[in-house]
T-cell receptor, first 112, second 112 residues
Framework: ETGVTQTPRHLVMGMTNKKSLKCEQH?????MYWYKQSAKKPLELMFV???????ENNSVPSRFSPECPNSSHLFLHLHTLQPEDSALYLC???????????FGNGTRLTVT | KQEVTQIPAALSVPEGENLVLNCSFT??????LQWFRQDPGKGLTSLLL?????REQTSGRLNASLDKSSGRSTLYIAASQPGDSATYLC???????????FGSGTQLTVLP
């Protein structure tokens, strides 16, 4: 149990589908993050939420839409994705900016 | 823009050896540096976090050092075991947005 739970673990979707990734943290943290991990590339920060407010959006295409209804839950809504969006999507949380990040096990997304 | 480099990209050692993983970063104005471990198909596990005011941190057989002025950190693993086989990632917290910038990782294999 990592304290950060992501569902689903695997997702295959067509380019015209709409799906959502879910992340839940049980650590009482205030900040939550979405990262993208593609093969042979460093982790890329996508979105940051601090106390439910989005504080960062790293030039992510609008086909990715985050939602943070409360400090324990984070969603990533997906629509009209491209095959190059296939990657491991990781959620993380932290108590504060200077605190260690705790990651979930990720959702392996394949876009066909 | 902060850039983080990890060398080597892959390392294979016999069980019992002591080893050093390297991480370098271009902007020395950092808040902290964090080392993670990632097992295949899994999320990241935080190993050690070094604040900018610290020189090193230790946890069990792991010791991480930080030299901000030269833009370098090392992760020392003593008496390596096959269970240490994983990808080790270095991440630097810097910039006005306090974002983590990740290296591409070192894939470690410890042979029994």
């Amino acid at each position: 149990e990592t304290g950060v739970t992501q569902t689903p673990r695997h997702l295959v979707m067509g380019m015209t589908n709409k799906k959502s990734l879910k992340c839940e943290q049980h650590l009482g943290h205030n900040a939550m993050y979405w990262y993208k991990q593609s093969a042979k590339k460093p982790l890329e920060l996508m979105f940051v939420y601090n106390f439910k407010e989005q504080t960062e959006n790293n030039s992510v295409p609008s086909r990715f839409s985050p939602e943070c209804p409360n400090s324990s839950h984070l969603f990533l809504h997906l629509h009209t994705l491209q095959p190059e969006d296939s990657a491991l999507y990781l959620c993380a949380s932290s108590q504060a900016y200077n605190s260690p990040l705790h990651f979930g096990n990720g959702t392996r997304l394949t876009v066909t | 823009k902060q850039e983080v480099t990890q060398i080597p990209a892959a390392l294979s050692v016999p069980e019992g050896e002591n080893l050093v993983l390297n991480c370098s970063f271009t902007d020395s104005a950092i808040y902290n540096l964090q080392w993670f471990r990632q097992d295949p198909g899994k999320g990241l596990t935080s190993l050690l976090l070094i604040q900018s005011s610290q020189r090193e941190q230790t946890s069990g057989r792991l010791n991480a050092s930080l030299d901000k002025s030269s833009g370098r950190s090392t992760l020392y693993i003593a008496a390596s075991q096959p269970g240490d086989s994983a990808t080790y990632l270095c991440a630097v917290n810097s910039g006005s947005a306090r974002q983590l910038t990740f290296g591409s990782g070192t894939q470690l294999t410890v042979l029994p």
